[in-house]
């Protein structure tokens, strides 16, 4: 078990929280602080200590005896913290990974892609809407996309949707469907695109890293409970950095044939 407050019935007992050496027989169990002794009993989380005469304990004199009702952390509780932080991390660091692929999915690369128009938002009813909730999207070939409402009442709202988008493309409203033809990029824009998913990549990346920090100090924290040792911290965020270096290479991948697809003629 590990100690994780101090709640003495009167002061707090700051000297006797030591590393103690534990002795014992067949009544009870002596530990020895600093060369002095206290008798201690334990029931689930919490472990009473009785001082003795001639412990040396700050505020109190040495004739003084005190019980202190020391809370302990069982090693289920700790390892359940310990589990809620990783899984924590990994949620948060999936969840970063699928935010880049969003934004890289929503540039135009040239060829058609359902995923261009995701982050398109359409004025439905008075509510802004996202275009993939009101209308199916396919890819009748590699140069265009067709967008077919579930209601056609939404026509023209879709069109002004795209118009107003930053995809540069102009639809084809045929009063059925809206049809979109993909431009091929220049290679000036292709350069240009290159760096846009860059700076996506790295933005990543930076949030790959925020939930590593953040992660280190929820066991900073632990150890300041006394609840994780100082070796245990290092251990801990040794694991965390190598999860934290498997995320940063998923975005290298990722960010490689992204740029691959937008610099390919």
């Given amino acids: 078990m590990a100690m994780s407050s101090l709640s003495p019935t009167t002061s707090s007992l700051p000297s006797l929280y030591q590393r103690p050496t ?35 304990v700050k505020g109190l004199s040495q004739s003084q005896k005190r019980d202190a009702t020391i809370k302990c952390a069982t090693m289920e509780e700790i390892e359940a913290e310990k589990s809620l932080i990783e899984k924590s991390v990994k949620e948060r660091m999936d969840k970063a990974i699928d935010s880049v692929l969003s934004n ?3 540039i135009r690369t040239g060829r ?12 439905y009813y008075g509510s802004p809407v996202n275009l993939k909730t009101i209308a199916q999207i396919s890819t ?18 879709i069109e002004k949707a795209i118009v107003n988008s930053d ?32 700076k996506q990549a790295e933005e990543g990346k930076v949030a790959i890293r925020n939930i590593r920090r953040d992660a280190i100090r929820s066991y900073d924290k632990l150890e300041k409970e006394k609840k994780l040792s100082e070796d ?24 490689k044939q992204k740029e691959k697809e937008i610099l390919t003629v």
Wanted: glycine share 4%.
């Fill in 22 to 56: 534990i002795t014992t027989n067949s009544q009870k169990t002596l530990v020895s602080f600093q060369g002095n002794l206290v008798s201690w009993s334990s029931s689930a989380s919490y472990v009473k200590l009785k001082v003795r005469n001639g412990v040396v």
């Fill in 104 to 106: 890289f999915n929503s």
């Fill in 112 to 123: 058609s892609n359902p995923a261009m128009l995701d982050k398109v938002e359409v004025e």
């Fill in 140 to 157: 009748p070939d590699s140069s265009s996309l067709l967008v077919q409402p579930y209601d056609k009442s939404s026509l023209k709202a």
């Fill in 167 to 198: 995809l540069g493309m102009t639809p084809s409203n045929d009063g059925e469907v809206i049809r979109l033809s993909i431009p091929q990029l220049t290679s000036d824009r292709r350069k240009e695109l290159s760096k846009v998913v860059a």
């Fill in 232 to 255: 245990n911290v290092k251990d801990l965020s040794a694991d965390l950095q190598k999860v934290t270096d498997e995320y940063m290479k998923k975005i290298d991948t990722i960010f």
